[in-house]
């Protein structure tokens, strides 16, 4: 068994988005780089690429596998799955910090601009222009901070989980947003999913805040030995991960592509007013957040 992937011009959304098809190139460049990183079974092998119709395939995940997005839906809450992930992306960051091989082969980030600033940042600036200064100053550091290979989607609805005699193996897929920048958006990125499934819980908030705080205590002390290089400075990191888990949320409620399992005003409105205290109080510490979460149930 094996899998296709080809890319769309126009991508599955309600709202126009395009982007260009040879970003699926930049999906094999990196699972090739990141399947070196990671244990055996953590990124599927590429099997074959054909260039004239833009699609590779690559190998099939165990069909009993489940998407820890949907897991997460129904409260199935598994602190090692967060771990494991930390674990995971410390390792390509650690790995990839300051190499100029990859920062070569990575430098292009057009297909990031498409798929995540305009969408997200700019989309978000243009609903709340009050912010638009706000969210310039964030791409503008992330822009200027190029430490690592970025993920730049790592979020549960790319984690495969199988079950099996052997223990839990967990599979990333989707890399098409790869590039050399700041590791602090994949921080940020991943924890806004965090968030919002911890707003949608409503009074079970708890159990997906304390995922964050489990993903982000490995990560930190994964990262540490880094923790010099000016990318990964400690608090500068942090404070660069709350200001994009902030702009990831809240363009998850009024971005181009907003998520599908808040269905009510008050729950989306509730994102929005975390959000936007976040950047009007200039937060910088993740647990502030938190609080600002668990307050606003």
């Known amino acids: 068994p094996f899998v296709i992937k080809q890319a769309r011009e126009q991508l599955r959304t309600e709202a126009p988005w395009f982007s260009r098809l040879d970003r699926i190139w930049r999906e094999t460049a990196a699972v090739q780089v990141i399947h070196s990183l990671l244990p055996p079974g953590a990124v599927p092998g590429i099997l074959f690429e054909d260039r004239e119709n833009y699609l590779f395939a690559m190998e099939a995940v165990d069909p009993r596998h489940t998407v820890w997005k949907k897991e997460l839906l129904a409260g199935r809450i598994r602190p090692e799955v967060a771990t494991r992930l930390a674990e995971y992306l410390a390792a390509i960051h650690r790995a990839t910090h300051a190499d100029p091989k990859v920062a070569r082969e990575f430098d292009d980030r057009q297909v990031f601009v498409e798929l995540r600033v305009d969408p997200f940042y700019r989309h978000i600036a243009r609903v709340h222009p009050q912010l638009a200064a706000a969210i310039d100053g964030l791409v503008d550091e992330m822009w200027h901070t190029r ?11 790319n984690v495969l989980l199988v079950d099996s005699e052997k223990g839990l193996s967990i599979t990333l897929v989707d ?12 921080l940020g990125f991943f924890l806004s999913h965090l968030i919002l499934k911890a707003v949608r819980a409503g009074s079970g908030a708890e159990a997906y805040l304390r995922l964050a705080r489990v993903f982000w205590e490995r990560y930190a002390a994964d990262i540490a030995v880094l923790a010099n290089e000016a990318a990964f400075e400690p608090a500068a990191l942090e404070r660069r991960t709350v200001g994009h888990l902030a702009g990831c949320a809240l363009a998850r409620v009024d971005g181009t592509s907003p998520v599908d399992y808040l269905p009510q005003s008050t729950q989306r409105e509730r994102v929005r007013n975390v959000c936007l205290r976040v950047f009007n109080e200039k937060i910088q510490q993740l647990a502030a957040v938190y609080s600002l979460v668990t307050s606003s149930a």
Do not use: M, N
């Open 147 to 157: 430490g690592c290979l970025v993920h730049a989607d790592y979020s549960p609805k």
């Open 175 to 186: 890399f098409e947003t790869a590039h050399f920048g700041d590791p602090a958006f994949d």
